[in-house]
Structure formats: structure tokens, C-alpha cells
Nanobody
Framework: QVQLVESGGGLVQAGGSLRLSCAAS????????MAWFRQAPGKEREFVAV????????YYGDSVQGRFTIFRDKTKNTKNLQMNSLEAEDTADYYC?????????????????????WGQGTQVTVSS
């Protein structure tokens, strides 16, 4: 059982930056692909980004490509999401997720269904 805990959410002005962190209860670097999803009020959960188990390859959702960066902090065993140029549309609850299955297609990781474990979420509010 993997427990995931997100942190770093908060209130930020449009154009600003925020960094989210996801801490896992066990080392996940080589066994899990780690992703971020988000869900805004009244909307479906949306894929944001994933970093694969090699800790190097990444894949992003179209709406955040070029603005967000997912990366691994080896010293803290956390997976982080650096969010720049934030927009009001980025306002949502952000969730960390872990997948133990390997898929041949990067696109498969954009589906919430492939993830085995989820955190409780952290709220991000971007004021315009």
C-alpha cells in the first residue's frame, strides 16, 4: 500500500508560480510512474503530467504544456510539480497518483483509471 500526501497548494495571483510536492510512504522512484491530476468544481478530473518510473521521461496535458514541469527530488523522495504562468483556469484541487503498471503508450497515462493510488489533494486557487 502506497500512501501519497500532497502539499504546496495555496492562493496565487495570475501570472505567478507555485510548486506542489507529492510525498510517498515508500520509495517509488523505480516502481511507479507518478502523475498529477486536477479537478475544478463541476468539472471532470483532468490529467496534468506524469513522470515515468525511470525518473526522466515525462508527459504533459495540452493545457499545461510549456508552463508546468514535473520532476523528481531524489533527496526527499518527492515528485514535484512546478507551475509557472498560472491562469485562473488552473484553479482546482490537485491530486498526486501512482501507477505500478507499464504501458507502451504515453497517452495511456493520461487516464485516471491506470493509477493504483491517490493522495487526498491540495487546493490551488489562482486569482485574476
Amino acid at each position: 500500500q502506497v500512501q501519497l500526501v500532497e502539499s504546496g497548494g495555496g492562493l496565487v495571483q495570475a501570472g505567478g508560480s507555485l510548486r506542489l510536492s507529492c510525498a510517498a510512504s515508500i520509495p517509488t522512484s523505480s516502481n511507479y510512474s507518478m502523475a498529477w491530476f486536477r479537478q475544478a468544481p463541476g468539472k471532470e478530473r483532468e490529467f496534468v503530467a506524469v513522470i515515468f518510473r525511470n525518473g526522466i521521461n515525462t508527459y504533459y496535458g495540452d493545457s499545461v504544456q510549456g508552463r508546468f514541469t514535473i520532476f523528481r527530488d531524489k533527496t526527499k523522495n518527492t515528485k514535484n510539480l512546478q507551475m509557472n504562468s498560472l491562469e485562473a483556469e488552473d484553479t482546482a484541487d490537485y491530486y498526486c497518483a501512482a501507477s505500478s503498471t507499464t504501458y507502451s503508450s504515453m497517452r495511456a497515462y493520461s487516464s485516471a483509471a491506470v493509477y493504483d493510488y491517490w493522495g487526498q489533494g491540495t487546493q490551488v486557487t489562482v486569482s485574476s
